[in-house]
Every structure is written in structure tokens, then in C-alpha cells.
């Protein structure tokens, strides 16, 4: 007689005598879009499998028909004979390839064993937010304050961190919460600031980050908190840009913004090369407590350095400068800061 003693789903014909059983499955995999992964299944075999067999991968219980590896396919397998451990790769892996995935090893007389499935899950993460947090103007001891953002739908969660003044704080306190939306999941988090006192004034960012995007960060729009009943000298939230020097494209479209804060609520103006600007036909200048600076075609005569200025009846003060150089050619990634406020 034969003993079979088979830790997984088994199905052999009782005639067949091999002690077979698989003692690694493929595990469960969360992969990007794009990306590509491969599963593994070994089997053991006592005593040696001496019969023909052939091992065959399922994808949600359908034998996929695979080729061998030649770089045309996006799926195939390999076996190796001697540890009778076979691999599946899968390359740009797309949405479709999410499922189920097992191994199964047949001998040629129609006997089988079927491993355990594993879970292909693809991951996401939305490219925006669904709530921005807002603006607030509490006094000061006024508390609790909430700041509240929601991330896009994403898989897996995304994190969630909040940024003051552009910046990580970690005297930042804030609460993240998930809920689930089919196979997808949204994050929001709530910043909490108990008592409202001047040091909390500043601009609040959400960004929401993912392990399997290292590349990416998304960002919320940017909530100015203000603390009002004090008066203040003029405080830079935001400078012109993060970078000394910005290339900047002949023709392409430019936007520059200062965030100041004061009470009572100072003057914003922008300077070039130490001259005050102001708007012409394709200069726009918006003022107040958020200041943009937009030139729509930007050429020669634009390349300078800017900055911004703040007034009101306590100070009066300069944000950094930002000094526009023009290049023929830029990386695209600076692109996406130009047009990133
Ligand atoms: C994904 O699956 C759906 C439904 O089975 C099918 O209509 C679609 O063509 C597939 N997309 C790709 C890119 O294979
Ligand atoms: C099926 O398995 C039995 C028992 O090992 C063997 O005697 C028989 O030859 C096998 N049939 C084929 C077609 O290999
Ligand atoms: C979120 O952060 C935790 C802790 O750092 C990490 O274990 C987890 O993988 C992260 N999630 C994502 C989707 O990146």
C-alpha cells in the first residue's frame, strides 16, 4: 500500500504510489502596474518521480498556456528538474493580472496535485486628493482645530503625513483613518492642534506616499492656519520657490507664489532685480495673503531675480530669492516643479 500522507489539496489516483507533496507554495504578492514579479512552487517527491510529468500554472483556475521564456510574452514558466521547482514570470504586469495563482503538477496517467492559491494584487495610488484641507483663522487658545484631508482611492493604503511650512514636523499631531471602497482604500487624516497659539501659523500639506511608488509623492492643496487676536510682524510660508536657481524655458508658461502671514494682513509686492513689478498684458499679480506672480510667455527680458516683499505697520521684509536663468534644454522633473505651487 502507499501512504500518502499530503499536506494540501491533493487528487491522485488511488494506483499511484508516489509520496508527493508541495512544500513551498507561491505566496501572495502585491506588485505595481508596469512592474514584474514571478512566483515559485516547489515540490517534493518521494521516492523520485520517474514518470513523465509536467507542472502547469492556473490563474483563477484556468491552466495558463504558457510559452518558454523568449521575451515576446508577458507570462512564462521554467522548471528546474533537479529541486522539481517550478517559476512563473510575469512582466508588465497590467491590471488583469491581478487574481489568483497556483501550481499544479500532473503525471502523465492523469494523477495531480494542486497547490494552495496566491494572491495577486496590483498596486495603486491616486495621483490626487479628494479633500484639501482648509484654510482657518482660529484665535489664540481657540481648540481643538481640525485641519482634514482624503486621499484618492489606492491599494494599498496609502500613508499619510502632513507637512507645516513645507516642511516634516514631528511635533505635528495627526490621526489617519482608512476606509474601504471595493478593492481600493481611502486614507484621510485629520491633524489636531488643541490650542491655537501663534508658533501653529503656517501652511499645512498633506502628501501621500506609497512603499511600492518610492518615486511619487501626491500632494493635498495647502491650508494657511492664522492665528488671529495678535498682532504680527510679516512671516514667509512659502518663498518663491524651493530652488536658488530655476532654468526656465524660453516661451513656457511661469508661476511663482509667496505666502505671507501678518496681522493686520501685510502689502505683497514683487520685486525684479530690486524693482517693483507690476502687471502688464501677460503679467498677471494677484496680492494678499497668497501671492502668484504669472508670467504667461516667458522671455528674455524676464530672466532676473525675483522675490517678494511684505509690509505692514509692524515690519516690513523679503522673501528669498528665486533667480530665473534661461536654458534651452531642462529636465522634465523640473518642469514639474515650475508648475507646482
Ligand atoms: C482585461 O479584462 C477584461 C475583462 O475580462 C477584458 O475585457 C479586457 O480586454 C482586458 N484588458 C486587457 C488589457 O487585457
Ligand atoms: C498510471 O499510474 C500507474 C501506477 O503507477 C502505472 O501503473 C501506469 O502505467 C500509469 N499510466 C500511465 C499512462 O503512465
Ligand atoms: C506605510 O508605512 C508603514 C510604516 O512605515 C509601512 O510598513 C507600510 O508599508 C506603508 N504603506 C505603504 C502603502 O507604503
Given at each position: 500500500?502507499?501512504?500518502?500522507?499530503?499536506?494540501?489539496?491533493?487528487?491522485l489516483l488511488p494506483l499511484l504510489c508516489y509520496n508527493l507533496k508541495i512544500s513551498t507554495p507561491p505566496t501572495d504578492r502585491t506588485a505595481r502596474l508596469g512592474s514584474k514579479l514571478s512566483f515559485s512552487c516547489l515540490f517534493q517527491q518521494t521516492p523520485d518521480l520517474t514518470q513523465p510529468y509536467n507542472i502547469d500554472w492556473l490563474f483563477n483556475g484556468n491552466i495558463l498556456n504558457l510559452i518558454p521564456p523568449s521575451g515576446?510574452?508577458?507570462r512564462s514558466s521554467s522548471l528546474d528538474t533537479s529541486s522539481l521547482t517550478s517559476t512563473l514570470f510575469i512582466t508588465e504586469i497590467i491590471l488583469n493580472d491581478s487574481g489568483q495563482y497556483s501550481c499544479q503538477l500532473s503525471v502523465n496517467n492523469g494523477s495531480f496535485i494542486t497547490s494552495e492559491s496566491a494572491l495577486l494584487e496590483i498596486a495603486t495610488l491616486a495621483e490626487n486628493f479628494l479633500t484639501?484641507?482648509?484654510?482657518?483663522?482660529?484665535?489664540v487658545g481657540e481648540g481643538p482645530v481640525y485641519l482634514f484631508c482624503s486621499h484618492g482611492e489606492s491599494h494599498p493604503p496609502a500613508n499619510i503625513?502632513?507637512?507645516?511650512?513645507?516642511?516634516?514636523?514631528?511635533?505635528?499631531?495627526?490621526?489617519?483613518?482608512?476606509?474601504?471602497?471595493?478593492?481600493?482604500?481611502?486614507?484621510?487624516?485629520?491633524l489636531t492642534i488643541s490650542q491655537a497659539k501663534p508658533s501653529d501659523i503656517g501652511a499645512y500639506t498633506c502628501v501621500a506616499t506609497s512603499s511600492y511608488f518610492p518615486d511619487i509623492e501626491v500632494?493635498?492643496?495647502?491650508a494657511l492656519l492664522m492665528v488671529g487676536s495678535e498682532t504680527s510682524a510679516p512671516v514667509w510660508l512659502q518663498h518663491p520657490h524651493e530652488e536658488a536657481v530655476l532654468p526656465i524655458y524660453i516661451g513656457a508658461e511661469l508661476i511663482l507664489t509667496c505666502t505671507v502671514f501678518g496681522n493686520p494682513s501685510p502689502i505683497v509686492t514683487w520685486e525684479r532685480d530690486g524693482s517693483v513689478l507690476s502687471?502688464?498684458?501677460?503679467?498677471?499679480?494677484?496680492?494678499g495673503i497668497q501671492s502668484s506672480y504669472r508670467i504667461a510667455v516667458f522671455s528674455?527680458?524676464?530672466i532676473g531675480s525675483y522675490r517678494c516683499g511684505a509690509l505692514n505697520i509692524l515690519d516690513s521684509t523679503y522673501s528669498h530669492t528665486v533667480e530665473l536663468r534661461f536654458v534651452l534644454f531642462i529636465p522634465v522633473t523640473f518642469l514639474r516643479k515650475i508648475y507646482s505651487i
Open positions: 500500500m502507499c501512504s500518502l500522507s499530503l499536506l494540501l489539496f491533493i487528487s515576446l510574452t508577458r484639501n484641507p482648509e484654510s482657518k483663522s482660529p484665535m503625513t502632513w507637512l507645516k511650512n513645507s516642511q516634516i514636523d514631528s511635533s505635528l499631531s495627526f490621526i489617519t483613518t482608512t476606509v474601504t471602497v471595493g478593492m481600493n482604500v481611502v486614507a484621510s487624516s485629520t500632494r493635498s492643496g495647502t502687471g502688464s498684458n501677460d503679467v498677471t499679480l494677484s496680492t528674455e527680458s524676464d
